[in-house]
DNA sequence: GCTCCACTATACAGATCGGTATACATTGAG
DNA sequence: CTCAATGTATACCGATCTGTATAGTGGAGC
């Protein structure tokens, strides 16, 4: 797995998952920059002392906080796919995952886009877990493509990640109404046309 | 014009100009919370008393550089369709305008999107701008489908809107080489089995 | 010449930022 | 029983945050 496992080393005793919890629902409604640690503290029931022998920094928090949403998608994503069979199914199945993710832990949108908002330097240790998520995502499309239409796998996949984070955005501006099942039907007649 | 002009009525003096064009970057490339108004004023060689003499807050700074960002695009693009002459063509300059503009103004993405990662109270003065812009785009999408394909125009628009956002999105965290050719490529498709 | 206006320079207020320090309570394992 | 880990509570650090106050400069128009 290639979760960016290498940066969480973190043990989450209680309390420590408490402020994370927190941390990671206060992050995502208001921005990261727009929350302290003190907030943080105070929403977890926890002391600001707690906090800095668990994780350090406040960077830390993040970094933990996106590895960690990133890993409960991959995981949450993995267990639908599994329980398709065709290619053409387990496509359908990201957009449909995509879907009720987005709609019980995603109104504002992708958090990784949001967090690349506010992380802009490369070298911040929690960039390598956000371009690693979209990279992977259009790897998982590109793959499943290949199994439909060889030839055309790379342009395909593309034009998949293009509808799905296209999706994404449109739900969290709530540009219009249930922007993913949309592309969900756009896929299917992509991929209606291709292949066989 | 519906630029949402409601907002926007401070006198831009010379000093104003250099103070919003340096905040303006500086939104962009760090994020809106990340900038102090110290830093603006020392960038733009100016002095804080001036931006609060002109501006009178930082949010109103924000709106400022929302509202100048989204108008400087609606121009762009209307130079870009008023050069085309059938709706086909019209549509595939909107991503051709977008190319060009992301090339030399936005290699972080969209800055409504990447604004809306911070700014998530629909209350602030700023929101209309943002969910503004992506229902003008949505709009004008479905409108030039209209004059392809009016059964379907409304499904075509959101189809390309999706497109585009997700183009956009791929293009500021680099996912792929050109995604912005790539969806104006995959438009063009689209186009070409509809209407007539 | 005088007034308006845009601007500079500097100092400061009150709050909050990320982060540290000291002192003490609770708990489970050896 | 002891010890280490986990936690609470509170006070503090220097820096930075948005925003204000005071004082003064230089030019354009009447």
Known sequence: MSTAEGLRRIVLTPAARRALEAAGRLFYERGIHAVGVDLIAAEAGVTK????????????????YLAGRDERWRTFLAER??????????????????????LENSPKGCSMVNAHAEISDPAHPAYPIITGQKQWMLDLFTGLCADIEPGRAD???????????????????NVFADPIAHARDEARALLAAAGE
């Not at 920094?57 to 993040?62: D, F, H, T």
């Open 49 to 64: 002392k707690t906090l800095y022998d668990r994780f350090g920094s406040k960077e830390q928090i993040v970094v933990e």
């Open 81 to 102: 796919l599994d329980a398709e069979r065709s290619p053409r199914e387990r496509v359908l199945a990201v957009f449909d995952a995509s879907r009720a993710w987005a």
């Open 155 to 173: 342009r395909l996949g593309r034009t998949l990640m293009l509808l799905h984070e296209g999706a994404l955005v449109a739900h969290g501006l």
